[in-house]
T-cell receptor
Framework: GESVGLHLPTLSVQEGDNSIINCAYSNSASDYFIWYKQESGKGPQFIIDIRSNMDKRQGQRVTVLLNKTVKHLSLQIAATQPGDSAVYFCAESYDYKLSFGAGTTVTVRA | KAGVTQTPRYLIKTRGQQVTLSCSPISGHRSVSWYQQTPGQGLQFLFEYFSETQRNKGNFPGRFSGRQFSNSRSEMNVSTLELGDSALYLC?????????????FGPGTRLTVT
C-alpha cells in the first residue's frame, strides 16, 4: 500500500551540529513531498517541500534531498538549535492525498 | 493573517456518543483536510473538502463524516464513538488551487473517549 516511513524513531544531536533525518517512501507515483515539524501541543508546521521533478531544494538552514531511484527523502538541518527539538514527519502526496511517516523525534543536546 | 483555528481544543465523550469538531481555515483558503493522529497509527488522512464538496477520502469507516460551508469553515462528525477514536484531530487548510499543496495545520482537538 501507500506508506511513508522514517528510518529512525529518535535522533539525538549536539547543538551546533548538522542533523540528517531520513525517510523512505513506497509510492513511486507520488509527485510531491513535504517535511513537517511538530512541537508538543501543536499541529504540524510546514518546513519545506519538493516536487518529484527535483532532487534538491534549500530553505533557511534546511535542505531536502529526493532520490527517486531508491525512493528516499532526507531533511538536513544545519547548525541545529534547541528550538529544533521536535517530531519531524515526512509526507508524500499522490492525487492530493497526503500520507505521513511515523515521525522522528529529534532531541538537541546543549 | 490568522492561522487555522479548531474548536474545541479538548473534549471528553463516552462510548456511543457522537461528536462534532469545527475548523476555520485561513482566510482565502478553500480546501480543508482532516487528519487523525494517534501514537500507534500516526497521522492518517480522513478527508478533504473543497468548495463544499468532498474531494478526497481516506480509509475510515462511515462513522466519520464531514462537511464544508460556503465560508470554507468545516466540521467533522464522529458518530457512535469507540474507545479507539481517542486521538488528536487535526485540520489543515490550503488555497486549494492547482499547483498548491502547502497545508497549514491547526492546533488540533484532543478527543478522549471513555
Amino acid at each position: 500500500g501507500e506508506s511513508v516511513g522514517l528510518h529512525l524513531p529518535t535522533l539525538s544531536v549536539q547543538e551546533g551540529d548538522n542533523s540528517i533525518i531520513n525517510c523512505a517512501y513506497s509510492n513511486s507515483a507520488s509527485d510531491y513531498f513535504i517535511w513537517y515539524k511538530q512541537e508538543s501541543g501543536k499541529g504540524p508546521q510546514f518546513i519545506i517541500d519538493i516536487r518529484s521533478n527535483m532532487d534538491k531544494r534549500q530553505g533557511q538552514r534546511v535542505t531536502v534531498l529526493l532520490n527517486k531511484t531508491v525512493k528516499h527523502l532526507s531533511l538536513q538541518i544545519a547548525a541545529t538549535q534547541p528550538g529544533d527539538s521536535a517530531v519531524y514527519f515526512c509526507a508524500e502526496s499522490y492525487d492530493y492525498k497526503l500520507s505521513f511517516g511515523a515521525g522522528t523525534t529529534v532531541t538537541v543536546r546543549a | 493573517k490568522a492561522g487555522v483555528t479548531q474548536t474545541p481544543r479538548y473534549l471528553i465523550k463516552t462510548r456511543g456518543q457522537q461528536v462534532t469538531l469545527s475548523c476555520s481555515p485561513i482566510s482565502g483558503h478553500r480546501s480543508v483536510s482532516w487528519y487523525q493522529q494517534t501514537p500507534g497509527q500516526g497521522l492518517q488522512f480522513l478527508f478533504e473538502y473543497f468548495s463544499e464538496t468532498q474531494r478526497n477520502k481516506g480509509n475510515f469507516p462511515g462513522r466519520f463524516s464531514g462537511r464544508q460551508f460556503s465560508n470554507s469553515r468545516s466540521e467533522m462528525n464522529v458518530s457512535t464513538l469507540e474507545l479507539g477514536d481517542s486521538a488528536l484531530y487535526l485540520c489543515a487548510s490550503r488555497p486549494g488551487t492547482s499547483g498548491s499543496y502547502e497545508q497549514y495545520f491547526g492546533p488540533g482537538t484532543r478527543l478522549t473517549v471513555t
